[in-house]
T-cell receptor, first 114, second 113 residues
């Protein structure tokens, strides 16, 4: 079945460590996105990528980094510079980054930093 | 992208139609209206989208007003599994990479047995 896979589902890290969240899609979608969700809040855009080897900052990119070396993969690194990294992280993809192209979401990674 | 306004919560009796409203008064001509829903600790699920005509699929119907400033998502026969947070968003063509699609806090729909 085609879809988006995020791993792991739960991730625990010590403060000061960088951590990389995985996102893989086999939908042949050009565009990929990373969102962050905090308890009781909506989704806020961290980074997005419209094509391979290109990505753009979203509303809350500080303390995060991404890469897009392959069409299928869009990993997110949460660096030690991110002040409040504990959150639910969601990856999404769409056929293209235009209006008539629905986003498809993975089931998320819940990151806890202590 | 245009902002959207939704009521924070709604209840609906099981088996009845659930009508979820959304205001998007600053929507521009090339922006689509999308609806998603999220069940706790899962990724949002796509429901339906439209530009200006009403749309229907196996999950729901979308009614967009003629001036496109508001819309209503209709779940025709609500079941307990429809209990979720429903997000209304608008999405247009990227402005040279300025596609900042952000979800608000949505409407928490509770289906009452």
């Amino acid at each position: 079945d085609g879809g988006i896979t995020q791993s792991p589902k739960y991730l625990f890290r010590k403060e000061g460590q960088n951590v990389t969240l995985s996102c893989e899609q086999n939908l042949n979608h050009d565009a990929m996105y990373w969102y962050r969700q905090d308890p009781g809040q909506g989704l806020r855009l961290i980074y997005y990528s419209q094509i391979v080897n290109d990505f753009q900052k979203g509303d809350i990119a500080e303390g995060y980094s991404v890469s897009r070396e392959k069409k299928e993969s869009f990993p997110l690194t949460v660096t030690s510079a991110q002040k409040n990294p504990t959150a639910f992280y969601l990856c999404a993809s769409s056929m293209e980054a235009v209006g008539n192209s629905p986003l498809h979401f993975g089931n998320g990674t819940r990151l806890t930093v202590t | 992208d245009a902002k959207t306004t939704q009521p924070p919560s709604m209840d609906c009796a099981e088996g009845r139609a659930a009508n979820l409203p959304c205001n998007h008064s600053t929507i521009s001509g090339n922006e689509y209206v999308y609806w998603y829903r999220q069940i706790h600790s899962q990724g949002p699920q796509y429901i339906i989208h439209g530009l200006k005509n009403n749309e229907t699929n196996e999950m729901a119907s979308l009614i967009i007003t003629e001036d496109r400033k508001s819309s209503t998502l209709i779940l025709p026969h609500a079941t307990l599994r429809d209990t979720a947070v429903y997000y209304c968003i608008v999405r247009g063509r990227p402005n040279f990479g300025n596609e900042k699609l952000t979800f608000g806090t949505g409407t928490r729909l509770t289906i009452i047995p």
